[in-house]
């Protein structure tokens, strides 16, 4: 059985007694004393799972070195002497009876025989205060967070949800602890946004009953803290999943809920968009369709949101160019050819310009069907965009350009003796040969 140390004890009141939780503090505490005794070797100071184990179990069959103790007193607040020795419990005196009353005395205060220093009494308070989060550590997650969001679009799903995964589980063991109700809040969330964060990239590699439930949490998280933002969001990436996965009535349903929510949101332009208006299209709804499109431009007005393409994993507000981009995927559904074409040439420049390839993916394949709609069929034009389209998203395929790119293969199968669409079906045979395109194709709508 483990021994029952002042180091173990510490840490069950700290809710430090899983590894992860305690090697982040362990980490912070050497940085804060490398810096408080201008001594930068302790920066670089980490404990390893096994020493971890060792220390908790009260296995120690040498003092840990030097330096190691001075990060454990810094941390801790008492002499590893102390730490890893075990405490002395004292029996309570039996109580005493007087002989002349037959009462019960007082039980006298047993005696210490050695006092405590006044710094190690201040010391501990503040640990039995004190949670198992500090600002740094809060800023760190949430840093860490933005730079997922910053990156997404460039690094793709398959490299960015490690490092979303790790935060998620990073936020879940703190919370598992105690912490004042500020930090408490910030903790619920970052665990959130974490979850939403990864219910986008699975509906992103086409698995959509990971990315129901990583939503649902995102969504009950942030519901249990008041953060109706991040609520909002994540309520438009469970829509967001249930469009590619082809419950299009669900998915406008659940859009209109959390518009109804909040209408005048800024995340209500993302909801009535990405969510309602395209959803609707493939029903057939056209005029829920153009109210929807209105409402999230007229939205975007009153917000003075950014003009270009937002990344689209933001939890910020969609920019005007990219609500203009979901708007011109809802005119192809309802095959409105004159709006698409007029749509995509006022945000051409834009897409053009911006940092997101898949951006310029999806708007190449959504003209490319617009120009096999029409009535004289442009299928030259169509397939060279379309093979642009397969070059932008290079080696970082996501599932809206592999469905689009597949639908408009069917579309153009009328044509399929024609040596542009014969190349196009090439092109895109050896483009879904990838490893993570091949894996879309067998993902299915759950």
């Known amino acids: 059985m483990p021994r029952t140390t002042l180091f173990r004890q510490l840490l069950q009141q700290r809710h430090l007694t899983k590894y992860e939780a305690f090697a982040v503090q362990y980490e912070r505490a050497a940085s804060e004393l490398a810096e408080r005794d201008r001594d930068p070797r302790l920066a670089s100071l980490t404990v390893s799972r096994r020493q971890f184990d060792r220390w908790l179990g009260g296995e120690l069959e040498t003092t840990p070195r030097p330096d190691t103790c001075r990060v454990l007193e810094h941390m801790l607040g008492s002499p590893v002497s102390q730490l890893f020795a075990v405490p002395e419990h004292r029996a309570t005196p039996l109580p005493t009876h007087s002989a002349s009353t037959g009462r019960a005395a007082p039980t006298p205060w047993p005696v210490q025989q050695d006092s405590e220093r006044p710094q190690d009494i201040i010391a501990r308070a503040r640990l039995l205060t004190a949670g198992n989060v500090d600002g740094a550590t809060l800023a760190f997650i949430g840093s860490s ?154 939205l975007s007005d009153l917000h003075d949101v950014p003009a270009g393409i937002t990344s689209c994993i933001s939890f910020g507000p969609y920019g005007y160019a990219r609500t203009l981009a979901n708007a011109i995927t809802a005119q192809v559904s309802l095959h409105n050819v004159d709006q698409v074409l007029n749509d995509a040439q006022q945000i051409d420049d834009l897409v053009e310009h911006s940092d997101s390839s898949w951006s310029r993916s999806l708007v190449r394949l959504d003209i490319s069907t617009a120009l096999l709609q029409q009535r004289s069929p442009d299928i030259e034009h169509a397939m060279a ?42 092109e895109l045979r050896a483009w879904s040969s990838q490893p993570a395109a091949l894996a879309m194709s067998h993902s299915r709508a759950q």
């Open 145 to 298: 967070l933005e730079s997922i969001v910053a990156r997404y679009e460039q690094d793709g799903p398959r490299e960015m949800r490690a490092q979303a995964r790790l935060l998620r589980q990073l936020t879940h063991t703190l919370l598992d602890g105690q912490q004042p109700p500020a930090a408490r809040q910030e903790l619920f969330r970052f665990a959130a946004r974490a979850a939403g964060l990864l219910g986008y990239m699975a509906v992103n590699t086409g698995n959509f009953t990971l990315a129901e439930a990583y939503c649902t949490e995102s969504r009950d998280l942030s519901q249990a803290i008041g953060d109706t933002e991040t609520e909002l969001w994540a309520s438009g990436t469970l829509s967001f999943g249930l469009y590619y996965a082809g419950r299009y009535a669900e998915a406008a349903a659940c859009a209109a809920a959390a518009v109804d929510r909040a209408p005048r949101s800024a995340q209500s332009v993302r909801l009535l968009a990405n969510g309602r208006a395209r959803a609707l299209a493939k029903i057939g709804d056209r005029q829920g369709t153009d109210r929807a499109i209105g409402q999230a431009l007229e």
């Open 385 to 426: 965009l379309s093979k642009e389209a397969l070059v932008f998203s290079g080696e970082s395929p996501i599932r809206s350009v592999w469905q689009r790119s597949h639908d408009l293969r069917e579309q153009a199968r009328r044509w399929r003796n024609h040596p542009a669409v014969r190349e196009y079906d090439d």
